[in-house]
Structure formats: C-alpha cells, structure tokens
C-alpha cells in the first residue's frame, strides 16, 4: 500500500428474515401488545353451549379449547374452565353436565 498504509476489515455475516426489520416498540403498551401478537390465542366462543353452560354455574373461563373424546363408543366434546371441566355429548347441547377439577 501507498506510504506504508495498511488497512485491515473484519467483516460479520448475518442472516436477516425478508421484509423491513420491524422496529422496536416505542413504549410499555406497544412492547405488551407486540408480545401478546407473537401468542396463540385461545378463541372463545361466547355462543357455544359448554361456555353458556360455565358462565351460568359460575365455572369461571375457558383454560382450554373446546376438545372431542370418546367414552363408551359416543363422541363427546369437553372444555376445561377455572373451576370445572364442561362437557356434552355431541349433538345434545341441552344436556351439558360439568365435573370438578382435579385439585
């Protein structure tokens, strides 16, 4: 190199996901909401019998989904809530009946 001038680059690789970087939140309330969108939420259908069935004997919310099993060759559909696990059998969604939690 001219006059004795030796220049020396260390260079870093670095995969970067496709698309605008996203910036990092502003304040507290846009960090809550930009973690919360990173979830999967858990949807709840506030028309469905075993939820109607809960809010009405005070079982508190959903923990789960609702989830299919089968006992004795029918099809049931269960759902657990703070205070108890809700079920039916499918089909008869006038017939819900609920057994407590394990503690």
């Not at 029918?74 to 108890?84: A, C, H």
């Not at 609920?98 to 503690?103: D, H, L, T, Y």
């Amino acid at each position: 190199m001219p006059e004795k001038h030796h220049v020396n680059f260390l260079l870093t690789f670095a995969r970067q996901a496709s698309g605008t970087p996203t910036p990092p939140p502003a304040n507290l309330e846009q960090a809550v909401l930009a973690e919360a969108k990173k979830r999967a939420w858990m949807p709840i259908n506030d028309q469905a019998a075993l939820y109607k069935f809960a809010q009405q004997n005070n079982l508190g919310y959903p923990q789960t989904d609702e989830y299919e099993f089968t006992s004795n060759n029918e099809g049931y559909i269960g759902q657990v809530f703070n205070l108890g696990i809700v079920y039916v059998k499918k089909g008869d969604w006038g017939n819900v009946k609920w057994v407590k939690k394990p503690s």
